[in-house]
């Protein structure tokens, strides 16, 4: 059985978890799962000695090895796992492939931004609505684990203050405050950031409307990937939770079909009968598309909405990102084959100043027609390379290539992610457990 160390209130864990539990109805999990909470004790004496990071989510096979990050945890599990798989197949769906790893992409690395504000925004004193109570008893459900009530408000009240200093969160920014500013999201930026939220979520309202996943009738990687801003943080959180219900009914019924929770006949559990003429109950099919992915490779127009926002929004940053690693590497502040800024969300301490103001790991960017700054992230070259394996794969022939072309094309550079790979030739990483090199 594999051990996930998840928190309920986690982005990442949303996804790991709802991925593992579909694998896990499908009979496509061997003994299946323990969901455990990653409680401080257990964050300090087991995870970090064992990985050298407490971030969560993480898993432990039955071996006692360990897998964090996300979509490695889902790499993983495929390679394992393959009766029910939720990657379509880059060489017979290259198009779907394509789209799932792109909407994965989209959801890890932008919608970040703006789902982490929602929560910490409507926290902040003298905001309205205001979901700080709430939010304060999450994270003191993790830090007090097991105490009554009243012992977990306090616990996350003080968590508030001691780690993120949230009284000081405009005036002194720190903790979860900085990380959004060193991503792009400042005073004058945060509602061109929660304008791009607001249009994803109307274009999946579509979407969504006619299929009960991206990708048809069951879910897809980027499926998972989109649950990691839209459940921990959006439909969890007060403020946002009543938004999405309210105004985003078709994208609220989403999450919970696919974070598997909820009982419907839309996701596994529950069944719909019809009553045949002598009374009897047939059996019929509640799910769109038959329950199986579309056919002959489609990608929905709808879909390809969605994917759009990757290329008008994030490529652009994901370019200059990898040109901006790559002058890194080869400048006389990296040493060949060491060390660089990890996953984080905020500024890995070590290359403060190079991920900060205007160091060399900053870039300018735009988003909703503003410019402004933030710090290079090298983990996104990590994410490309494991886009660009599936790019060649995809386009391995010269029938292949022109198919994928033909639907790349309708974006705006959309045709360059077929170059990706020489895009990335000077800024080769490599990443053992949570930290990211550069590669020799």
């Not at 993983?76 to 492939?97: G, L, N």
């Not at 459900?141 to 097991?146: E, H, L, Q, R, T």
């Not at 009738?217 to 499926?223: E, K, T």
């Not at 559990?269 to 002959?296: C, F, H, M, V, W």
């Amino acid at each position: 059985m594999y051990r996930l160390f998840t928190w309920e209130l986690s982005y990442f864990s949303g996804k790991v978890r709802a991925y593992l539990r579909y694998k896990e109805r499908m009979g496509d999990l061997g003994e299946g799962f323990e969901d455990i909470l990653a409680t401080p004790e257990l964050v300090s004496g087991l995870l970090t000695p064992a990985t050298g990071s407490g971030a969560i989510p993480q898993l432990q096979n039955a071996d006692g090895s360990w897998v964090q990050d996300s979509s490695d945890i889902i790499d993983f599990i495929e390679a394992r796992h393959d009766k029910a798989p939720v990657i379509p197949s880059s060489t017979d769906a290259p198009r779907q492939a394509l789209a799932s790893y792109l909407v994965e992409m989209l959801a890890d690395e932008w919608m970040v931004v703006p789902g982490f504000w929602e929560r910490w925004h409507y926290s902040l004193e003298g905001v309205e609505p205001n979901h700080r109570n709430y939010n304060a008893m999450q994270w003191g459900s993790v830090f007090a684990a097991g105490a009554p009530g009243v012992d977990r408000l306090a616990a996350g009240a003080s968590v508030f203050e001691n780690m993120f200093r949230m009284s000081e969160a405009r005036t002194n920014p720190q903790g979860v405050y900085a990380g959004l500013i060193q991503l792009g999201c400042t005073e004058a930026t945060e509602q061109a950031w929660w304008a791009s939220m607001k249009n994803i979520l109307s274009l999946l309202d579509t979407h969504f409307g006619s299929h009960d996943f991206l990708l048809g009738g069951q879910p897809s990687l980027g499926d998972f990937g989109l649950l990691g801003p839209l459940y921990a943080h959006l439909y969890r959180d007060a403020t946002t939770g009543f938004m999405l219900r309210m105004d985003h009914p078709i994208v609220s019924e989403w999450v919970e079909r696919t974070n598997g929770h909820n009982v419907t006949a839309r996701t596994y559990d529950q069944k719909l009968y019809s009553l045949g003429e002598g009374g009897e109950l047939i059996p019929r099919p509640a799910t769109s598309d038959g329950g199986e992915l579309l056919k002959n490779d489609e990608v929905p127009s709808s879909l390809d909405a969605v994917v759009g926002v990757f290329f008008d929004e994030m490529w652009p940053v994901l370019k200059s990102t990898m040109e901006k690693t790559a002058t890194f590497i080869a400048s006389d502040a990296h040493e060949s084959g060491g060390g660089l800024p990890g996953k984080t969300f905020t500024v890995d301490l070590p290359w403060y100043a190079h991920q900060t103001g205007d160091g060399a790991l900053t870039h300018d960017f735009e988003i909703g027609g503003i410019q402004a700054r933030r710090m290079v992230t090298p983990y996104h070259v990590y994410m490309l390379q494991r886009l660009a394996a599936v790019v060649d794969d995809a386009t391995a022939d010269d029938a292949s290539r022109t198919n994928v072309a033909m639907w790349l094309n309708q974006f705006q550079g959309g045709e360059e992610l077929l170059e990706l790979n020489d895009r990335l030739a000077d800024c080769r990483v490599r990443k053992e457990g949570g930290r990211i090199f550069s590669v020799r």
